[in-house]
T-cell receptor
């Protein structure tokens, strides 16, 4: 079975600090990769996705992620965080033609003004 | 906001009871997936419905069952509720046959089992 690991459970940053959240998955075949964000009291929203092509993908709100196939990783980055980025972040993996999404346990990000 | 809606928003049941949760998919979507998100955890895949049939199932017992209707809306039924069933239940819709497999999530139903 596939699994997704998010190593940072809770991250606290000051505004303007840089962010990198780790995500590793276990599956040897073709994968689709996603980062979702859940703002307090809101539903899950897609931040960005990778299906193929350029391994560096850009999403909404200045977020980007890099797919490194050899490391089975899809880390999320943002050069300068804002207070409004305070939220729960989930990495998710979907096998190429499969139906099931596997989510990590999430990383809670708190940005201090 | 996505076009996925779920009802009810909150629900309180007692152990042993049965519950039905509902989901309306986004316009143009033909596939519905259900997830259970326990407190402090990521969503766990329960099952997916496509063309009114179950099309993939996670590690959940048979007392978790579902339906999909011709208009692509869906129900999740849980029988013989247990305390550990307390969680946020998420519905996600997608379009099978599109160029990529992106899911759009609803706001969830918060189920509390006492």
């Amino acid at each position: 079975a596939q699994s997704v690991s998010q190593h940072n459970h809770h991250v606290i940053l000051s505004e303007a600090a840089s962010l990198e959240l780790g995500c590793n998955y276990s599956y040897g075949g073709t994968v689709n990769l996603f980062w979702y964000v859940q703002y307090p009291g809101q539903h899950l929203q897609l931040l960005l996705k990778y299906f193929s092509g350029d391994p560096l993908v850009k999403g909404i709100k200045g977020f980007e992620a890099e797919f490194i196939k050899s490391k089975f990783s899809f880390n999320l980055r943002k050069p300068s965080v804002q207070w409004s980025d305070t939220a729960e972040y989930f990495c998710a993996v979907n096998a190429g033609t499969g139906n099931q999404f596997y989510f990590g346990t999430g990383t809670s990000l708190t940005v201090i003004p | 906001e996505t076009g996925v809606t779920q009802s009810p928003t909150h629900l309180i049941k007692t152990r042993g009871q049965q519950v039905t949760l509902r989901c309306s998919s986004q316009s143009g979507h033909n596939t519905v997936s259900w997830y259970q998100q326990a407190l402090g955890q990521g969503p766990q895949f329960i099952f997916q419905y496509y063309r009114e049939e179950e099309n993939g199932r996670g590690n959940f017992p048979p007392r978790f069952s579902g339906l999909q209707f011709p208009n692509y809306s869906s129900e999740l039924n849980v029988n013989a509720l247990e305390l550990d069933d307390s969680a946020l239940y998420l519905c996600a819709s997608s379009r099978r046959g599109s160029s990529y497999n992106e899911q759009f999530f609803g706001p969830g139903t918060r189920l509390t089992v006492l």
